[in-house]
């Protein structure tokens, strides 16, 4: 069953022979060859390119060991091309090459040939494009499935996509099984043998106890602040273990740059900076984190602003969580400072909105918690409080627009409301 990325494919195509190498990272499994081998590739051969313009070369298979040699694969490359027309190079899991750097910018230099390349972990692929690459190396980042990429696919009405969507998230390969036993352990096998086991032996760790237990505790923790100070005191209070905050500090380093989780910083608001302390984190894929809790923790609130922070980040906004400080009255009449937070500001070239995730707003005191670290926003961005219904957009009396999810995760625009 194919699903319709066309987002990713309409990223692809504005980028098309602009003397660029087209980098396509995201998290393993995520569909990036099926990008590049599949719908692009279609798109080449619909668009008048034959097949023997087209250059597909996968490097994580054994049919292709040789090509991992550098000197190799350039030479491949050169003699496949036989005359002056262009040419358009597919290259899966560049990271599998030693020194691609240098291969990749003796490409640039031919004026005919057209590159575009995945890989699956940003310290050999995103950090590079701007070192490496000299401002020309152009980054196509590839996210799970959304919920409407999902839910367009589905057998079965909105309700139950929802559900299913919350608890085995959005890996493609996932789409085929039928039985739930099937997908609780296809996902655990992954991130066991897959993505653990492949931070580990790239990052060379030794403490390979420590990092799952990590994973553990950012899984149990998404949408909550922390640090690795907090984390460090955890395993030292319930576990006896001594884990030093700069090591917390590098493997959580180390599983954003596998693209399995997210840090989202906190910004404050009035201040116009950010606060360094207490970050929160999000799994990419939230299938994922619940196979490593044995989808025993299912908060919904948690599930739903995951899922709302995954989305901003699918549609191109660069999210950060906000803090509005505030002053007030304690019990004994005293002036204090406060911190509200707003879940999300999500900012993208001249635009800006402030989104609150609820669960439900169904008593006025629960209206009110959302609503103050809005009202006192002291600007005219737009204010958004999403909750979990099928409701259409509407305006408050304060001016805030409240939508349903539903709403928010099948329409594109929904934010233009």
Same mark, same amino acid.
């Not at 350039?74 to 027309?85: E, L, N, Y």
């Given at each position: 069953?194919?699903?319709?990325?066309?987002?990713?494919?309409?990223?692809?195509?504005?980028?098309? =022979? #602009?003397?660029?190498?087209?980098?396509?990272?995201?998290?393993?499994?995520?569909?990036?060859?099926?990008?590049?081998?599949?719908?692009?590739?279609?798109? %080449?051969?619909?668009?008048?390119?034959?097949?023997?313009?087209?250059?597909?070369?996968?490097?994580? +298979?054994?049919?292709?060991?040789?090509? $991992?040699?550098?000197?190799?694969?350039?030479?491949?490359?050169?003699?496949?091309?036989?005359?002056?027309?262009?040419?358009?190079?597919?290259?899966?899991?560049?990271?599998?090459?030693?020194?691609?750097?240098?291969?990749?910018?003796?490409?640039?230099?031919?004026?005919?040939?057209?590159?575009?390349?995945?890989?699956?972990?940003?310290?050999?692929?995103?950090?590079?494009?701007?070192?490496?690459?000299?401002?020309?190396?152009?980054?196509?980042?590839?996210?799970?499935?959304?919920?409407?990429?999902?839910?367009?696919?589905?057998? *079965?009405?909105?309700?139950?996509?929802?559900?299913?969507?919350?608890?085995?998230?959005?890996?493609?390969? %996932?789409?085929?099984?039928?039985?739930? /036993?099937?997908?609780?352990?296809?996902?655990? #096998?992954?991130?066991?043998?897959?993505?653990?086991?492949?931070?580990?032996?790239?990052?060379?760790?030794?403490?390979?106890?420590?990092? *799952?237990?990590?994973?553990?505790?950012?899984?149990?923790?998404?949408?909550?602040?922390?640090?690795?100070?907090?984390?460090?005191?955890?395993?030292?209070?319930?576990?006896?273990?001594?884990?030093? #905050?700069?090591?917390?500090?590098?493997?959580?380093?180390?599983?954003?740059?596998?693209?399995?989780?997210?840090?989202?910083?906190?910004?404050?608001?009035?201040?116009?900076?950010?606060? *360094?302390?207490?970050?929160?984190?999000?799994?990419?894929?939230? +299938?994922? $984190?619940?196979?490593?809790?044995?989808?025993?923790?299912?908060?919904?609130?948690?599930?739903?602003?995951?899922?709302?922070?995954?989305?901003?980040?699918?549609?191109?906004?660069?999210? =950060?969580?906000?803090?509005?400080?505030?002053?007030? $009255?304690?019990?004994?009449?005293? /002036?204090?400072?406060?911190?509200?937070?707003?879940?999300?500001?999500?900012?993208? *070239?001249?635009?800006?909105?402030?989104?609150?995730?609820?669960?439900?707003?169904?008593?006025?005191?629960?209206?009110?918690?959302?609503?103050?670290?809005?009202?006192?926003?002291?600007?005219?961005?737009?204010?958004?409080?999403?909750?979990?219904?099928?409701?259409?957009?509407? $305006?408050?009396?304060?001016?805030?627009?409240?939508?349903?999810?539903?709403?928010?995760?099948?329409?594109? =625009?929904?934010?233009?409301?």
């Amino acid at each position: 069953m194919e699903v319709k990325r066309d987002s990713y494919l309409k990223q692809l195509i504005e980028r098309k =022979d #602009n003397g660029m190498i087209k980098v396509i990272t995201g998290i393993r499994r995520c569909g990036k060859s099926f990008l590049l081998f599949t719908i692009l590739k279609r798109h %080449l051969q619909e668009s008048g390119i034959s097949e023997d313009h087209i250059i597909e070369i996968t490097l994580d +298979g054994i049919e292709n060991e040789e090509l $991992r040699n550098p000197k190799v694969c350039f030479q491949f490359i050169k003699d496949a091309m036989r005359d002056d027309s262009n040419y358009y190079l597919l290259l899966d899991e560049v990271q599998f090459m030693p020194r691609f750097e240098e291969v990749l910018n003796s490409l640039l230099r031919i004026r005919n040939l057209d590159v575009y390349v995945t890989g699956s972990n940003s310290k050999f692929l995103s950090s590079d494009i701007i070192t490496e690459f000299r401002g020309r190396g152009d980054e196509v980042r590839v996210y799970p499935l959304s919920f409407a990429e999902f839910y367009s696919v589905y057998d *079965g009405d909105y309700d139950d996509a929802w559900n299913e969507y919350m608890i085995y998230g959005g890996l493609p390969q %996932l789409i085929e099984f039928k039985s739930e /036993r099937q997908k609780e352990n296809h996902l655990k #096998n992954l991130f066991e043998n897959v993505y653990l086991k492949d931070v580990i032996e790239r990052n060379k760790i030794q403490s390979m106890d420590e990092i *799952g237990i990590l994973v553990n505790i950012l899984a149990s923790a998404i949408g909550a602040p922390t640090n690795p100070t907090k984390i460090a005191k955890i395993f030292s209070s319930e576990r006896q273990m001594s884990y030093t #905050n700069k090591t917390i500090s590098n493997h959580i380093d180390h599983l954003s740059d596998a693209f399995l989780i997210s840090k989202a910083n906190r910004y404050d608001i009035k201040g116009r900076k950010y606060i *360094g302390a207490n970050l929160k984190y999000y799994f990419t894929d939230l +299938g994922l $984190r619940n196979a490593r809790l044995n989808f025993r923790q299912q908060e919904s609130t948690h599930i739903m602003e995951n899922i709302v922070y995954n989305e901003l980040l699918i549609r191109g906004f660069n999210v =950060d969580v906000g803090v509005v400080e505030i002053f007030g $009255r304690d019990k004994e009449g005293k /002036r204090v400072r406060k911190q509200l937070e707003v879940d999300f500001v999500a900012n993208q *070239g001249s635009k800006r909105y402030y989104i609150q995730v609820s669960l439900e707003m169904n008593s006025e005191e629960k209206q009110n918690q959302e609503m103050n670290s809005l009202r006192n926003i002291p600007d005219s961005f737009k204010k958004i409080i999403i909750v979990n219904s099928k409701s259409k957009p509407w $305006r408050n009396e304060d001016g805030f627009v409240v939508m349903g999810m539903k709403e928010f995760l099948l329409n594109e =625009d929904s934010l233009e409301f």
